[in-house]
């Protein structure tokens, strides 16, 4: 008899055990850090402006 796909195991995380599986730390990381880029860059672009102007 095969085994119910309810029954077993492993079965999805749920509430706050979401968020603290390692995978979804990796997640967290990937968004501070993709945040932080684009935040660099926008900064660079507009210093970058200002100083092409003022030449």
Known sequence: ??????S???SL???FS???TFPDLLFI???VFS???TLLYVVHAVFSLIRWKSS
């Open 1 to 6: 008899m095969a085994p119910a796909a309810t």
């Open 35 to 37: 945040y932080a880029t």
């Open 8 to 10: 077993g195991g492993s």
């Open 18 to 20: 979401v968020f603290i």
């Open 13 to 15: 995380p749920s509430g």
């Open 29 to 31: 990381f990937e968004f």
